[in-house]
C-alpha cells in the first residue's frame, strides 16, 4: 500500500458521510466506505473500495470491517458515521422502532468501535507501532434531544458514553477514540419532517446565524485524527454553531 493513512468511513454515502470522504481523500488518505448505498460518481472512483453493507447485521457488518482492513492493510483511522433519526412522541414509539434506532446508532457505533480497537491493538503488536483513532458521529441531542426524540437520543448518549469508556481502556495503546455531537446540518436525513419554518427557528437558535454543513464537521473530525488532536480521546466535541455549549 502507498501514500496517506488507511481510513474508514462507515456510512460514507450519506450528507455528513460524503463530506467526511472528501476531506480525507483530499488530505492525500486511502479511504474505505461501509455504506448500505454507493458512493456518488466523482467520489466512488476515488475511494480504495466499496464495502456493501448494513449495520444493522452486526454480523455482516462485522465481517465487512475486517474486509476493508484487508483492503487498506491497516486502519489507522475509522469515522463512524452511520445512523438514522425518528422523531416520535414517547407514547407513540414502538418497541420495534426503538430497537430498530438502537441497532443502526448505538450498537452499531459500538461495533465499529469495539472491531477497529481490537485491529488496532493487533496491528501496534504486530509491527510495534501501536496508535490509532476512532471517531463516532453522536449528536447534540446526547446532551440536549429535544420532544419526540427519546429513541434518537438514548441511542446518542450510548454513543457517547461506549467512546468514553473505549477512551479510558485503549489510552495507553496509544489508541484515542473521540466523538462529535453535530447540532443542525441539514442533509438527506430529517429532510422528510424538516420545514422551511424549523430552518429559520434553528437558525436563530444558533450563536453563529446559520445552520451547519457536512464539511463543518468533516474539518472538526479531520482534526481529531491528526497529530494534533494528539492529546484529545474521550471527548464529544459540539459541533452546533453554538446551539449547544457544554
Known sequence: MTGGRGVLVIGGAGGI???????????GDRVVVID?????????????????????????????IGEAEALLGRLDAVVNCAGILRITPVLETATEEWDLVQAVNARAAFLAIREAGRRMIAAGERTGEPGGSIVTIASMAAKHGAAEEAAYAASKAAVVATTRVAALEWGRAGIRVNAVCPGYIPTEMGADTRTPEDVALWESQTSLGRLGTPEDVAGVIAFLCSPDAGYMTGQALNVTGGTVMH
Do not use: S
Not at 458521510?17 to 488530505?27: E, I, N
Open 17 to 27: 458521510g460524503r463530506g467526511v470522504v472528501a476531506r480525507f481523500l483530499a488530505d
Open 36 to 64: 448500505r448505498a454507493p458512493l456518488p460518481g466523482d467520489l466512488g472512483g476515488a475511494v480504495a473500495g466499496e464495502i456493501v453493507c448494513d449495520v444493522a447485521d452486526a454480523d455482516a457488518f462485522c465481517v465487512a
